[in-house]
């Protein structure tokens, strides 16, 4: 009985060891820490394998369209610009909604931000979060099987 505890403490030292290994290997080579050159400020998924990505690099803000096969610079922003915007909706509390979402069969309104609310440096643009959920939402009321 004893020698399976040592064995069981010696197994577990020596995972134990490993996984610090690993740690210290990792941090070396730069994985896993957040305090990069290279920051991904939002993300939003546009289909199945596409997605644009706001990229802060060192002082520049980069706009970028991304498939499978690709990555395309689409814009490039102005950084005050985007931390505003990223302190608007740090600060913004969402409310809750109200009203229809076209589900009287009328056709589909314009994308909303969060709250109802319009404002900031990227509302009503391709960017805009809250437009892109309010579609997203709607779409999903018209086509789910009643």
Do not use: C
Not at 18 to 39: C, N
Not at 72 to 83: H, P
Not at 130 to 146: E, M, N, Y
């Amino acid at each position: 009985m004893t020698w399976m505890i040592i064995r069981l403490v010696l197994s577990l030292a020596f995972v134990g060891g490993v996984l610090w290994f690993a740690a210290r290997v990792a941090q070396k080579r730069g994985l896993g820490s957040s305090a990069g050159l290279v920051d991904v400020v939002a993300r939003q998924r546009l289909g199945r394998s596409s997605t644009v990505n706001v990229v802060r690099i060192a002082d520049r803000v980069l706009v970028v369209g991304a498939t499978e096969e690709q990555v395309t610079l689409l814009a490039e922003l102005d950084g005050e610009a985007v931390e505003a915007v990223e302190a608007t909706l740090a600060a913004r509390v969402p409310a809750p909604r109200s009203g229809d979402d076209g589900e009287d069969g009328g056709p589909l309104s314009a994308p909303r931000t969060s709250g109802g609310r319009v404002g900031g440096a990227l509302a009503g643009s391709v960017l805009d979060r809250g437009g892109w959920a309010s579609f997203v939402t709607q779409l999903r009321d018209r086509t789910v099987r009643r």
